[in-house]
């Protein structure tokens, strides 16, 4: 009886042995599922940068299910931006990568921003109706005056003229009245009849006639325009030099345009011409 006991007991002793070790096997695994908790506690960016936002506080607990969660937004270096522009689609035809373009900011309106196009996209966005597309334009940005989320009106050069010989847009809209040229019977219009030649019409479609003011009077000066800025439109050929005076408009007495803008103000108010040098 007394063998049977100390064999009993011995079995007993046996088993308290291998339950230990599983307990201790058991705190291994809870100790390093404990250490992976505590290495996950530490994210780490995968890029250095400058923090543009946070989303969330020191010590909250971040889970990631099926969608990863945001915690900061990091630009990599502000000293390289890019400016993503909505192009309308009736011009996106006339852009192409390694075209210039400039642009300014409202925190910045008397400076401008020079910038390449690195690329136009072909997604469309629709508004309203209205179709734009994305062109990516690379800027430099040494001085760190540019920060992310400014609104730019950017401006791309097509094409552009050196000591070009240039006037007002309105030069070219302004056409005297046949009171104005002494000629009441005769108006004075330099429009193309429909029987011209058609071949004609296409190369006059860039012929134009500006009124000069010389010797006191107004004289029609057939001209060839070139490219145009919607201000002011390049004079390729004719009869023009640098500080000639073109009108632009008629003031006073009701004698002038009554289409352009300042024509015909009052029957008391003195007549003569708006010009421009």
């Not at 006059?204 to 107004?218: C, N």
């Given at each position: 009886?007394?063998?049977?006991?100390?064999?009993?007991?011995?079995?007993?002793?046996?088993?308290?042995?291998?339950?230990?070790?599983?307990?201790?096997?058991?705190t291994?695994?809870?100790?390093?599922?404990?250490?992976?908790n505590?290495?996950?506690?530490?994210?780490?960016?995968?890029?250095?940068g400058?923090?543009?936002?946070?989303?969330?506080?020191?010590g909250?607990?971040?889970?990631?299910?099926?969608?990863?969660?945001?915690?900061?937004?990091?630009?990599?270096?502000?000293?390289?931006?890019?400016?993503?522009?909505?192009?309308?689609?009736?011009d996106?035809?006339?852009?192409?990568?390694g075209?210039?373009?400039?642009?300014t900011?409202?925190?910045?309106?008397?400076?401008?921003?020079?910038?390449?196009?690195?690329?136009?996209?072909?997604?469309?966005?629709t508004v309203q109706?209205?179709?734009?597309?994305?062109?990516?334009?690379?800027?430099?940005?040494?001085?760190?005056?540019?920060?992310?989320?400014?609104?730019?009106?950017?401006?791309?050069?097509?094409?552009?003229?050196?000591?070009?010989?240039?006037?007002?847009?309105?030069?070219l809209r302004?056409?005297?009245?046949?009171?104005?040229?002494?000629?009441?019977?005769?108006?004075a219009?330099?429009?193309?009849?429909?029987?011209?030649?058609r071949?004609?019409?296409?190369?006059?479609?860039?012929?134009?006639?500006?009124?000069?003011?010389?010797?006191?009077?107004?004289?029609?000066?057939?001209?060839?325009?070139?490219?145009?800025?919607?201000?002011?439109?390049?004079?390729?050929?004719g009869?023009?030099?640098?500080?000639?005076?073109?009108?632009?408009?008629?003031?006073?007495?009701?004698?002038?345009?009554?289409?352009?803008?300042?024509?015909?103000?009052?029957?008391?108010?003195?007549?003569?011409?708006?010009?421009?040098?």
């Amino acid at each position: 009886a007394d063998y049977d006991t100390a064999e009993a007991n011995a079995d007993v002793a046996d088993a308290q042995v291998l339950s230990a070790q599983g307990r201790v096997e058991q705190t291994h695994a809870a100790l390093h599922q404990a250490q992976v908790n505590l290495d996950y506690t530490t994210i780490e960016s995968p890029i250095d940068g400058v923090v543009i936002s946070r989303s969330v506080d020191v010590g909250q607990t971040v889970s990631a299910s099926l969608q990863t969660p945001t915690l900061f937004v990091i630009a990599e270096d502000l000293r390289k931006m890019q400016v993503d522009t909505s192009v309308a689609e009736a011009d996106v035809g006339k852009l192409k990568s390694g075209m210039s373009a400039v642009f300014t900011v409202d925190a910045y309106p008397t400076q401008r921003f020079e910038g390449l196009v690195r690329q136009i996209r072909n997604a469309a966005t629709t508004v309203q109706n209205v179709v734009t597309y994305d062109a990516v334009i690379d800027v430099n940005n040494p001085e760190l005056k540019l920060r992310p989320g400014m609104t730019a009106n950017v401006t791309f050069v097509h094409e552009q003229r050196s000591d070009a010989l240039r006037i007002a847009n309105a030069a070219l809209r302004f056409k005297p009245t046949p009171e104005l040229l002494g000629t009441p019977k005769k108006p004075a219009s330099t429009a193309l009849t429909s029987t011209q030649p058609r071949g004609k019409r296409d190369e006059a479609q860039d012929r134009r006639t500006l009124w000069v003011l010389r010797g006191g009077k107004p004289v029609g000066v057939q001209v060839k325009v070139g490219i145009t800025d919607g201000s002011h439109t390049e004079i390729a050929e004719g009869a023009l030099n640098e500080g000639d005076q073109v009108i632009v408009d008629v003031a006073g007495g009701g004698t002038g345009n009554p289409q352009s803008p300042g024509g015909g103000r009052g029957p008391n108010a003195p007549g003569g011409f708006r010009r421009i040098l």
